[in-house]
C-alpha cells in the first residue's frame, strides 16, 4: 500500500512540472488576463501541494492544514475566474466570492484545530468551496468563447468530475465520518489522484487555449489612451473611440460604420500546425488590417479573434465596397503565409441609419453578423439587417 507522504509527494512533483510549464509560457507570451488567473492559480495548487507534503512528514504542523485548504480554495477559484476572463465575463463579484471562501475555509480551520480537531479540521468547508467552486469553473467551460472551442471540453469535464468528488466527500462524511470508508473512498490518496488528472488536463487545455488568443490580444496602446488611426487600440480604447464617434456622426448626421473582422480558426490553426504559424496568420491580419483599412478609420481588438474598424461613409453601397476592398486584401495576405491554412474570414457591417448610434449595439450587431459571414459560405461581407 502506497503511504501518504509518497502520494503527496509524487503529487507534488506533478503539479510543479504543470506549473512551471505554464508560468514559463506565460512569461513568453504577450499577457493575456485569463492566461494570468490561471497561471496563479497554478501557482496556489503548487503551495497546496506543498503544504500538504509539510502535513503528511509531520502531521503535527497544524498550520500546514490551515494554509494548504486555503490555498486549494483559492486556487481552484482562481481557475474559475480564469475560465470567466475567458469568456470575457465579470470577475470582480466572483473574485470576491473566491476571497470570501478561501478565508472561511482559513478560519474554519483555524478554529476546529484551536478547539482539539484533527487533520480533517475545516474540510467541509473547504469541500463545500471546492465543489461549488468546481461546479461553476465546469459550467463556465460549456459558454461562450470556451464553449465554442472542443479544447476547453476535456477541463469542463474534469472540473465537473471535481465538484461530484467533493460534494461526494461530504455525503460521505455525513454517513460514516472519517472512517475507514472515507479514507478508501474519498481519503487523500483518491484526492491526489484527481488533482493529478486536473493538473495535467488544465496545462495541455489552457495553454492550447491561450495559444489561439495570445497574439489576438497585445495591442501596444496603453489602456487609457485614445484611439487614433495606423494602430490597434485596446477592447476599451475601442469602446469609448465608437462611443466618441457616434456622438459626433449623429450630430452630423452622417452615416456611420462599424465592421467587425473576425478570423475563425485561429485556435485550431495553432494547434495543428504550431504556435509560430498561429502567431504568423495573427500578426499578417493585424499588419494588413493597419495597411488597407480606410485612411482615417480608427481600429481596435473587439475580443477574441476580431478586429473593430469605425469609419464614416457615403452609403450602404459604398460601406459594402469598402469592406470587400479589405477582405481581398485580407485573403491574398493571409494565404501567403507559409505553412498555415487559411482561416474563415467574415466582415459584419453595422450602419448606423440601421442600428442606431448606440455604441454597444453597433458593435454587437457587427460582431454578430461577421460571426455569421465566418461561418457561411453565401458570402464573406454581410451587411447587418434590422432586427
Known sequence: MID???????????????????????????????????AVGFLCAVLTTLFYVVWASAPETDWAVVCGNTASVVGTGLMWLGCRAYNRRSVRGPGALVAVAGFAAAVTASVELAAGGNDWSGSLVMFAALGVVGAAASVECFRGALGASRTALPLGLVFGVQAAFYFARIVVVAMFGYGEVFLLWAGSIPASFLTVTLSITAVVSASVLRAGRAGVRGSDSPEGRDAGPSEIVTVTGFRRAVAVSAQRAQARRELMAVWVIELDGLEYIATAFGLDVGDDVVRTWRDTMTANAPTLAILGEVGSERIGVITVVGSAADARRQAMALYRSLFEAL??????????????????????????????????????????VASAVLLAEPS
Open 335 to 376: 494565404a501567403s503565409v507559409e505553412g498555415g491554412v487559411l482561416p474563415a474570414i467574415g466582415i459584419g457591417v453595422a450602419l448606423s441609419d440601421v442600428v442606431g448610434y448606440d455604441a454597444d449595439a453597433l458593435i454587437e450587431m457587427a460582431a454578430a453578423t461577421a460571426t455569421r459571414a465566418s461561418s457561411g
Open 4 to 38: 501518504q507522504f509518497s502520494v503527496s509527494l509524487i503529487t507534488a512533483l506533478v503539479v510543479l512540472v504543470c506549473a512551471v510549464l505554464f508560468i514559463f509560457d506565460t512569461l513568453l507570451r504577450r499577457p493575456e488576463q485569463s492566461g494570468r488567473f490561471w
